[in-house]
């Protein structure tokens, strides 16, 4: 198994390797305008090719007729990918010698092909700026960090995900608490809030749910002042006490003080017990509002937002998707100014009217149309507080081996949570096999 394994990461590479060879040296004639057409005022006509995961709720598709008027020389091509296989088609099309010219990315989640430069340096481009505005001053530091290396940016944020503390309000106020901002009083509010609701003995409303997977974790880690990897992402360092102390807490939760479910990936997803009733808090992402509405419309009025639970400083977990240009490109500035226009303020509006993510471009998130009272949130303006927790988050490494360490991690995790070892000898183990890993490549 392990070297099966080997060699899949092995074949892996090498089609990663062509795929910057491909990238550098290839005509994509996908992305050529071969017939040299001009439109009526004498600007060559230029065709991108555009690829999108969103899938049925794709802000990106109803914008394009908007983009082609302002931009009469400029086609877009649009092109639904299915998120199942996406990684894999666009390794295979690269090797084939076609890429489009614009696509979704994730820098966090699929960090290899950014570190293998597929993607074009917005920079020349950019000129530090979308829209006449600097990118700090637009963007969260974090989610401009998970695009860069070497000082080079390989991609614009389109929407964010950052962690934040879901909680029944009803719940806390009938004890008269408030939400938790330390652990501390996570224990205190997690004791009076897990009950035997039906007096059988055990308990059936607990104040948590703990999953044995990193990003659950990071909000612990980095609250307690934890990182994954050191600073040049060459060595773990998820083994420090700070980090040991944040997976001891955490397992805590399930073991120690009894007040969270451990939520198994056998179980599905845990948002099934937010829906019932069975949990009452959770951090995570601004997509589960979506998901509480959705499953269960009864509770409106019953959940609120707070800031990520931290220890000795805050920390949440950041992801996103961004839009990236490739190398291969040979219309680069037109595409460009595609990912310039999906940046402007009523386009970001628009992402979020039309899938429910939260807008990157962050001025988007206080625009009146987006930041307004929720009553399912308990009149809340929920996305500002996530707008808070990413402007202060931190993304995972953007290191190629990131699937694998992420795996390891997950492992880690639930040997912790399930008490088949200490955090310290789980963490120890994980970070000799992650060293290796990074040592070898």
Request: hydrophobic share 40%; proline share 6%.
């Amino acid at each position: 198994m392990k070297q099966a394994k080997k060699m899949f990461l092995l074949m892996f590479t090498l089609v990663l390797v062509s795929i910057v060879i491909v990238g550098c040296g290839s005509n994509n004639t996908n992305n050529s305008n071969s017939d040299g057409n001009k439109d009526k005022s004498g600007d060559e006509q230029v065709t991108i090719t555009v690829w999108d995961f969103y899938g049925s709720t794709t802000p990106i598709e109803p914008l394009i007729p908007a983009f082609e008027e302002e931009f009469p020389n400029i086609k877009v091509d649009f092109q639904s990918q299915p998120w199942d296989n996406y990684w894999e088609k666009l390794a295979a099309g690269a090797t084939g010698g076609t890429l489009p010219d614009v696509a979704t990315t994730g820098p966090m989640f699929a960090p290899q092909y950014t570190t293998y430069g597929i993607y074009t340096d917005v920079n020349p481009l950019s000129n530090g700026e979308v829209n006449g505005e600097k990118l700090q001053d637009v963007f969260s530091e974090g989610m401009l960090e998970a695009a860069t290396i070497d000082d080079k940016l390989y991609a614009i944020p389109y929407d964010f995900d950052a962690y934040a503390l879901f909680y029944r309000a009803d719940l806390l106020e009938e004890e008269g608490l408030k939400p938790p901002t330390n652990w501390d009083e996570f224990i205190e509010v997690g004791q009076k809030i897990t009950k035997d609701t039906d007096g059988d003995g055990k308990f059936d409303q607990y104040a948590f749910a703990v999953t044995a997977d990193w990003p659950r974790w990071e909000p612990f880690l980095y609250g307690n002042g934890g990182s994954i990897l050191n600073e040049d992402n060459t060595e773990a360092v998820f083994n420090s006490p700070e980090a040991v102390e944040s997976l001891q807490f955490y397992a805590d939760l399930v073991n120690k003080y009894e007040i969270a479910e451990y939520w198994s990936a056998d179980a599905g997803n845990y948002v099934q017990g937010l829906q019932d009733g069975s949990i009452a808090m959770i951090m995570d992402g601004p997509y589960v509002m979506g998901l509480l509405k959705e499953g269960a419309p009864e509770l409106e009025g019953k959940w609120g937002v707070a800031s990520p639970v931290g220890n000795k400083e805050f920390g949440t977990h950041i992801g996103g998707t961004y839009l990236s240009i490739f190398e291969s490109s040979e219309n680069k500035e037109e595409a460009w100014k595609f990912v310039e226009f999906l940046s402007r303020e009523e386009n970001q509006v628009a992402l979020y009217h039309t899938s429910g993510a939260a807008p990157a471009y962050l001025p988007a998130v206080e625009h009146d149309e987006v930041a307004v009272e929720d009553p399912y949130f308990s009149n809340q303006k929920p996305l500002t507080v996530f707008k808070d927790a990413v402007d202060s988050g931190k993304p995972n490494p953007i290191v190629a081996e990131w699937g694998e360490i992420a795996e390891i991690l997950n492992l880690a995790i639930e040997r912790a949570i399930i008490q088949d070892a200490t955090p310290q000898e789980a963490l120890d183990e994980a970070a000799e096999q992650v060293n290796e890993i990074l040592a070898n490549n």
